[in-house]
C-alpha cells in the first residue's frame, strides 16, 4: 500500500506544531518569531537532504534518530525531539515511512509523554496507518478515548489489539488488552 504525500505532510505538521508550542512555553518569543524561525531551518534542511539518494537519507535519519536516542537517555527530551523531527524531515516515501516512521512517532511519543505533552490521537492513528499491526498504538488509542470516557470507540481499540495479541501469540500484552476490556465494559455502564 502507498503512504499518501498529504498524510507525509500532515503528520509531519502535527510534530513540528509540538515542537513550536514546547518552544513557545520555555520562551520569551513570540508565537510568530517561533514559527517563522522553525520554517526556515526546515527549509534549509530541506535543502541539503533534497538530493540525497534512499541510502544517504536512511543515514541521515539513523544518525539523527541516534542522537535522539542519546538526548533521551540524558533527559533531554526536547533536543531529542528536536533530532526525531529531523529524521522525520527525511522521510519523503512509503518505503522510508514503513522503514523509519512507526520507530520515530514512538520515540516522539515517549518524549512528548515524559514532557507532559501527551501523544495526540492523530499520531497513534497514523502509527496505525502505516501499520495495521502496532498493538502498541491499538493500546495507546484504547486508553486515549478511555481517559476522554469514548469508553466503545475504547473498547473497539482494546478487542483489536487483543486480536492481535492472539495471532501473535503474545500472551503478556493480551492479559493487558483483557484487563482493559473489562474495565472498559464496567466503566460503560456506571
Excluded at 44 to 50: A, K
Excluded at 85 to 107: Q, T
Excluded at 115 to 136: C, G, H, R, W
Excluded at 166 to 180: A, V
Aim: one cysteine or more; hydrophobic letters at 30%.
Amino acid at each position: 500500500m502507498e503512504i499518501e504525500g498529504t498524510k507525509f505532510q500532515e503528520i509531519t505538521l502535527l510534530i513540528k506544531s509540538k515542537l513550536v508550542q514546547l518552544e513557545f512555553d520555555n520562551s520569551e518569543r513570540k508565537l510568530h518569531e517561533i514559527e517563522k524561525s522553525r520554517a526556515e531551518q526546515d527549509q534549509r534542511v530541506r535543502r541539503l537532504i533534497e538530493d540525497l539518494d534512499y541510502e544517504d537519507r536512511s543515514e541521515w535519519v539513523e544518525y539523527h534518530k541516534t542522537q535522539g536516542t542519546k538526548y533521551y537517555q540524558k533527559q533531554q527530551y526536547e533536543k531529542a525531539l528536536f533530532e526525531y523531527y529531523l529524521s522525520i524531515l527525511a522521510l519523503n516515501d512509503s518505503r522510508m515511512w514503513r522503514e523509519f516512521g512507526v520507530a520515530l512517532i514512538n520515540n516522539i511519543q515517549l518524549n512528548l509523554e515524559l514532557l507532559k505533552k501527551p501523544a495526540t490521537m492523530e499520531l497513534l492513528q497514523f502509527v496505525l496507518y502505516i501499520d495495521t499491526s502496532n498493538i502498541k498504538a491499538y493500546f495507546k488509542l484504547g486508553k486515549f478515548y478511555r481517559s476522554n470516557g469514548q469508553f466503545q470507540t475504547a473498547l473497539q481499540y482494546f478487542q483489536q489489539g487483543e486480536k492481535l495479541c492472539q495471532q501473535t501469540q503474545d500472551k503478556e500484552s493480551q492479559q493487558d488488552f483483557q484487563k482493559q476490556i473489562l474495565d472498559c465494559k464496567r466503566q460503560s455502564r456506571n
